[in-house]
């Protein structure tokens, strides 16, 4: 695009350069209406931009999940608009700002490197033996592999025989079948709302994987392997194949359950099985969850684990601490006889053990199994060993996945960093807060705690999932994975199995969802469409709104951050936002000292009202000039009108013009907010806060506030009926006030620029803190770099944007030689809530504290 | 908003659905539609009618929206262009701009932003017009 913009910008400069000096009247009167033309587009651009970048800024603070689309459409639509700003500017200026499209094109063309960023995939093996992986083998095999073989290569524990299908390999099949532009197609247009579109989109992707056929090298590879696992007696080996991948555990997120594992698979089914995990990266509800956790779903390659079965007498999930409680020195274990597929996907009732991390023959167990349950002390205490060791070695606690075998040999399938660990600090409601005639169930266990609001519904099949309400509580007989999918849209959580350790409890944690699980007879006593108040720390479901337990309810975890995509924006942000040209008057406000697409809307729409303001005197066009304000007033004041700020018949030929002439509604309120209250005078001053001050007047002339003279011509209005921009430099401050009040509410805004000041430093930033807490209590979107500050409000009715001009006028006057008391916190205080008792008179009291 | 008269948009998409949809809430709003599903239709339509404002896909059938822009400025070249995109890009953006769209948005636009976008190029291009 750069070639294409030197030249569409050289083409407007060449036609205005050319187009020469208009000297008669109509020629300049059109000249100036198309000059007015320009500003505005200008003007409308430069707040699309700054409301497009505070909508960035909100989406990494808000913690609501975005993708790249946002992303996209965000940097596409702000560019666009700092396009059209540069555009604007020349051709009101003449083409007079060449440095500005080389500045623009550096930083948009940054983005888009940014933008076009793809995650790395290592070249490398398609196959490789578990004994050959360790940590840092994540981005070839998955986190979840990775961790498998660091615990028998490192940590010297026991695991199964097996092989890893790198993210290589998959990479390889996926290019081999050319699917992926068919995918991201089907993908970009699904609506994450539409679980019903979702399921079939999901369905048709996982299908187009599964019937894809496989490279036949990779397929001899793959077999081959399988082959090296053959037992000494020519046994062929069932396997279990596991998902693991890329980007899995390691961000922070878990992505627990939310792919295929499959068991017992056969020498015959392999290569349908590895095709099938491969596909289920697309499964509906690892769609939602990446989406959720701002993931690209390129950023997520699957490897498959390929492991002998463990001959399992009992199996279970162990977690190195309690992840409710991880001040807690248990280690808890959950066991069930056989796999331990059903104990993680919360199907069976399993035995708890709670396990004394200093004492280990002290435990404690609940459960339905025979007294003491499936595991023997000994075997407690050698489980319990085992969580301890590993979060020793790997230095975060463990979630553990396990089995022993016939033979008492204990095997691991699985260590990950165990999630969400520290909820809010809440502390534990115990049975006194568990009373009155509401309550309809207390029971089971709380395995995500939290307090909400909402509607029954109960879910038993996938038919039913597609009705489920946005904020119902979600009541289900097994936590199966499957309703992970349905944690974005559910308030709550109740289950009638399950514990801690399954998958759902580990997402229903991470998304904040408060959970029971375990709650017996939950189905039966809980009616579909009953509003309930569930109370997850005490396990407690109450009929109605119980508002003393739901003041208990705590904020949504902010789930993007640290992800793929938030990082993505995150750097895209630091070419947005930091504004480095605070300054109109230092050398360094100029366009090759733009570094951010901020720096360059604030240049461009400085030198613009500059533009307007100078094109009377530099034309020599006496209407289009600017007129001294006469009135009473401590400053001068120029005026210039764009459009129709001065009453109709107003001779454009007077030097002067007069209040009675002036018709434009923003600078009629910041006006009655400069001339509200009198101004008192300077206040009285320490010797010290007055020293400092003497002391930069004698280093720098020009910024005594005594000097008049050259302050005149820089205090300016620029209006029209609607419309007022306002540039003050009084003493040693430099100020801008402008606003907009017309008939489209979106096009509404009042904004502020503050810099500078005479104080020293501290000074200054006690000023700008002082004006910051002001313009917030009024609604005011406030940023503060160093003694800089800039305010905005935008698509507010007249009304409410009148009362804030009003503000901003008061302040204009009112706190501008504040700094002189500035180093004394107790006048600061006195000032303030001076301040704030004068504007609450003017402010209407509902409309104060926000918008 | 100077709607004594109707503001005249013309919708050149090839997504049938939209098209119609938009088309009826856009006439509910108050302003006269007409919609065509290619480049060579719309610039029929604009040769024969009186048009305000052109909301243009930039994936046309017959034509790639841009090549449609570039016809429709030889003749009109202050009529007011709005281009409308399903697929975000920086680049693609700043091209349309410098074909000289007044103006370039991401489908699905919702539809109040749609007509603050016509509301804003109809008011620009016509106080290009108008005398002061």
């Not at chain 1, 890329?246 to 997120?253: I, K, W």
């Not at chain 1, 035995?351 to 002390?377: C, I």
């Not at chain 1, 009655?672 to 101004?679: A, E, L, N, R, V």
Request: charged share 25%.
């Amino acid at each position: 695009m750069s070639g294409k913009l030197k030249t569409g910008l050289k083409k407007v400069v060449t036609f205005f350069s050319s187009a020469g000096p208009p000297a008669d009247p109509e020629v300049l009167e059109e000249s100036f209406r198309s000059h007015y033309r320009g500003f505005r587009a200008l003007l409308t651009a430069n707040n699309s931009a700054l409301d497009l970048m505070a909508g960035m800024e909100r989406a990494l603070t808000r913690g609501r999940p975005f993708g790249m689309a946002f992303v996209r459409g965000q940097c596409t639509a702000l560019t666009v608009n700092v396009y059209k700003m540069i555009h604007s500017l020349q051709e009101i200026s003449d083409g007079k700002y060449q440095g500005l499209s080389p500045a623009f094109e550096e930083i948009s063309g940054k983005i888009e490197e940014i933008l076009a960023r793809q995650p790395e995939v290592p070249p490398g093996e398609h196959v490789l033996p578990l004994s050959h992986i360790s940590k840092e083998d994540a981005d070839a095999v998955g986190e979840k592999l990775a961790n498998l073989g660091e615990v028998h290569n490192r940590a010297g524990l026991e695991i199964p025989a097996g092989f890893a299908i790198t993210a290589a390999a998959t990479q390889y099949f996926m290019h081999s079948t050319g699917l992926q532009d068919e995918i991201n197609r089907l993908l970009k247009t699904v609506d994450l709302d539409d679980l019903e579109q979702l399921y079939t989109t999901s369905a048709r992707i996982q299908h187009l994987i599964s019937a894809a056929p496989l490279p036949a090298d990779l397929e001899r590879q793959i077999m081959d392997s399988y082959q090296s696992l053959t037992s000494a007696d020519g046994k062929k080996p069932l396997i279990s194949m596991r998902s693991s991948a890329t980007e899995e555990d390691g961000s922070g997120a878990s992505f627990a359950g939310q792919y295929r594992t499959q068991l017992n698979i056969s020498e015959d089914s392999i290569l349908e099985t590895y095709k099938e995990i491969v596909a289920s990266k697309y499964g509906s509800q690892a769609i939602i969850y990446r989406h959720q956790r701002g993931f690209r779903h390129q950023d997520v390659i699957m490897c498959v684990g390929c492991m002998v079965m463990v001959d399992a007498a009992v199996s279970g999930v162990m977690f190195s601490r309690s992840p409710r409680d991880p001040s807690s020195s248990l280690v808890e274990i959950n066991a069930a006889p056989g796999l331990g597929r059903r104990v993680v996907e919360g199907i069976v009732d399993t035995d708890y053990y709670q396990v004394y991390r200093e004492a280990p023959t002290e435990s404690s167990h609940q459960g339905p199994g025979k007294v003491g349950g499936h595991l023997t002390p000994e075997k407690q205490r050698e489980l319990a060993g085992i969580a301890i060791s590993l979060e020793e070695h790997f230095g975060v606690p463990q979630d553990i996945e396990w089995s022993i075998e016939e033979s008492g040999k204990i095997i691991i399938l699985q260590s990950r960093p165990l999630a969400q660990l520290s909820q809010e600090d809440t502390v534990f409601i115990q049975a006194a807060d568990a009373q009155g005639k509401d309550l309809l169930i207390r029971a089971g266990l709380s395995v995500s705690r939290g307090t909400a609001f909402g509607a029954i519904f109960k879910v038993h099949s996938n038919v039913d999932l597609l009705e489920f309400p946005k904020g119902a509580v979600l009541v289900v007989e097994h936590p199966i994975p499957e309703w992970a999918s349905l944690m974005n849209r559910a308030a709550a959580v109740v289950s009638e199995t399950g514990h801690a350790a399954t998958h759902l409890a580990i997402v229903a944690r991470e998304f904040g969802v408060p959970a029971i699980f375990g709650m017996e007879h939950g189905m039966e006593l809980l009616e579909n469409g009953m509003a309930v108040t569930v109370d997850a720390d005490s396990c407690c479901i109450y009929r109605g709104k119980r508002e003393e337990v739901l003041t208990r309810s705590v904020p949504p975890p902010n789930l993007m951050v640290g992800s793929p995509i938030y990082h993505i924006l995150e750097e895209i942000m630091t070419l947005v936002v930091p504004l480095n040209l605070t300054d109109p008057t230092s050398p360094f406000f100029k366009p090759s000292q733009c570094e951010t697409l901020h720096d360059l809307t604030r240049f461009c729409h400085e030198k613009a009202v500059d533009q307007m303001f100078t094109f009377g005197k530099v034309s020599g066009f006496a209407a289009k000039s600017a007129k001294q304000l006469v009135g009473e007033s401590p400053f001068q004041w120029w005026v210039l009108d764009l459009d129709d700020g001065f009453r109709q018949g107003f001779d454009v030929k007077q030097k002067y013009v007069s209040w009675d002439d002036i018709v434009s509604e923003p600078m009629k309120a910041i006006w009655d907010g400069m001339t509200i209250k009198p101004w008192q005078g300077p206040p009285p001053v320490s010797v010290k806060g007055f020293g400092s001050i003497l002391f930069r007047s004698t280093m720098n002339p020009s910024l005594d506030p005594a000097v008049r003279a050259s302050l005149g011509n820089r205090n300016f209005f620029l209006i029209s009926r609607n419309f007022c921009n306002l540039s003050m430099r009084l003493g040693y401050h430099f100020t801008l006030a402008e606003a907009y009040l017309g008939e489209l509410l979106t096009e509404n805004y009042v904004s502020f620029q503050f810099k500078g000041g005479a104080a020293d430093r501290s000074r200054r930033f006690i000023r700008v803190y002082l004006l910051r807490d002001i313009l917030e209590r009024y609604g005011f979107r406030v940023e503060v770099k160093l003694d800089a500050l800039t305010a905005r409000i935008e698509k507010q009715p007249k009304e409410y944007l009148i009362e804030r001009l009003k503000v901003l006028g008061y302040l204009l006057i009112h706190t501008r030689q504040i700094d002189m008391v500035m180093g004394d916190q107790s006048m600061v205080d006195r000032y303030r809530r001076m301040i704030i008792g004068d504007l609450d008179e003017i402010v209407k009291p509902n409309s104060i504290g926000g918008e | 908003m100077e709607t004594s008269e109707k503001i005249r948009v013309l919708l050149v998409d090839d997504e049938t659905d939209y098209l119609e949809i938009t088309a009826k809430r856009l006439a509910r709003r108050g302003y006269e539609v007409a919609t065509a599903a290619d480049c060579r239709t719309g610039l029929a339509i604009l040769a024969d009618s009186p048009v305000d404002v052109v909301v243009l896909d930039l994936m046309l059938p017959d034509m790639d929206g841009n090549e449609c822009l570039q016809e429709i400025r030889k003749d009109q070249p202050s009529l007011g262009v709005i281009m409308l995109t399903g697929h975000a890009s920086v680049h693609t953006g700043l091209t349309c701009l410098e074909n000289g769209a007044n103006d370039y948005c991401l489908k699905p636009v919702p539809l109040d932003e749609l007509v603050e976008k016509i509301e804003i190029v109809y008011r620009d291009m016509r106080s290009g017009e108008k005398k002061c």
